[in-house]
């Protein structure tokens, strides 16, 4: 079993930047596929961005590309998200996962984490 732990999330302004973390646990951190998802108040979650196994194959969401840097520390079993020029459109929960595929993927992750909240006031 993985277990995933966010945090990084907070309150800040638009155009800000924010940077959050998760550290997994459970298995070898080189052998997880990663990724960040997001659900706003009364929407369904959706894909934010997500990277493989050696941090090279990566994919981001339109909405974000640009603005947002997924990035991984296969010793410190961390995987980040650099999220720069934040919106209003970006306030949501945001959420780490994991797969057990090597290459980035956009659906089918395998366990999740709780959850961090973003807000960003405009």
């Known amino acids: 079993q993985v277990q995933l732990v966010e945090s990084g999330g907070g309150l800040v302004q638009a155009g800000d930047s924010l940077t959050l973390s998760c550290t997994a646990s459970g298995r070898p951190f080189s052998t997880l596929g990663m990724g960040w998802f997001r659900q706003a108040p009364g929407k369904e979650r959706e894909f934010v961005a997500g990277?493989?196994?050696?941090?090279?194959?990566?994919k981001y969401a339109d909405s974000v590309k640009g603005r947002f840097t997924v990035s991984r520390d296969n010793v410190k079993s961390t995987v980040y998200l650099q999220m720069n020029s934040l919106r209003s459109e970006d306030t949501a929960v945001y959420h780490c996962?994991?797969?057990?595929?090597?290459?980035?993927?956009?659906?089918?992750?395998?366990?999740w984490g709780q959850g961090t909240q973003v807000t960003v006031s405009s």
């Open positions: 996962a994991a797969h057990l595929q090597e290459y980035a993927l956009y659906y089918d992750y395998d366990f």
């Open positions: 990277i493989g196994w050696t941090g090279r194959n990566i």
